[in-house]
């Protein structure tokens, strides 16, 4: 147990991360609006951190999730939390690198990851998800792909927003 604890840490280190900035959840609820949420639809939030986003989406719309994050102490707090939402049937909470995960049963992929890590994401998403599917990102853009719709705002926090949309065609 210990060696394999120690290997999951040591590979979390060595992965590229994005720090853990919990999302206000007015921000998750204008993030699940702009993706246009349905309860059919299923919902990946890459570096799900607490599990926030897809946790809502299970809870006002229904709706599937699976959240990925390489923290496995996230993981295990973001599977609390749905249990305690009373949720966690519908989602599914994973330790792993973002950009290795298999998005092609998304309909809806989710970010908060800097800029850097959505780019290097934009190959995996393009190839992986169908047409139809919507990804959201809160603050950063991925790459030089032009998002079909661009949402600044300001949160309840007072923090200047961004959410970007890109739909697959």
């Known amino acids: 147990?210990?060696?394999?604890?120690?290997?999951?840490l040591a590979a979390a280190i060595a992965l590229p991360q994005a720090p853990?900035?919990?999302?206000?959840?007015?921000v998750v609820d204008r993030m699940l609006e702009l993706a246009v949420l349905r309860s059919s639809d299923v919902v990946y939030d890459l570096g799900?951190?607490?599990?926030r986003i897809v946790i809502a989406a299970a809870q006002r719309y229904g709706a599937r999730?699976?959240?990925v994050d390489i923290d496995p102490q996230r993981i295990d707090e973001a599977?609390?939390?749905?249990?305690?939402?009373?949720?966690?049937?519908?989602?599914?909470?994973?330790?792993?690198d973002a950009l290795q995960t298999d998005v092609s049963e998304a309909t809806v992929v989710t970010l908060y990851l800097v800029a850097s890590l959505n780019a290097r994401l934009r190959p995996r998403l393009m190839s992986q998800l169908r047409p139809g599917a919507r990804i959201v990102?809160?603050?950063?853009?991925i790459g030089?792909?032009?998002?079909?719709?661009?949402?600044?705002?300001t949160s309840v926090d007072g923090q200047s927003r961004t959410l970007f949309r890109w739909n697959i065609r």
């Open 48 to 51: 799900c951190g607490d599990g």
């Open 144 to 153: 030089d792909w032009e998002p079909d719709t661009v949402h600044p705002f």
């Open 65 to 67: 999730g699976v959240g």
């Open 79 to 96: 599977r609390r939390n749905a249990k305690a939402a009373g949720v966690a049937h519908l989602v599914t909470f994973r330790v792993e």
């Open 137 to 141: 990102s809160h603050n950063f853009p």
């Open 20 to 26: 853990f900035v919990a999302t206000p959840q007015d």
């Open 1 to 8: 147990m210990r060696t394999l604890l120690a290997a999951s």
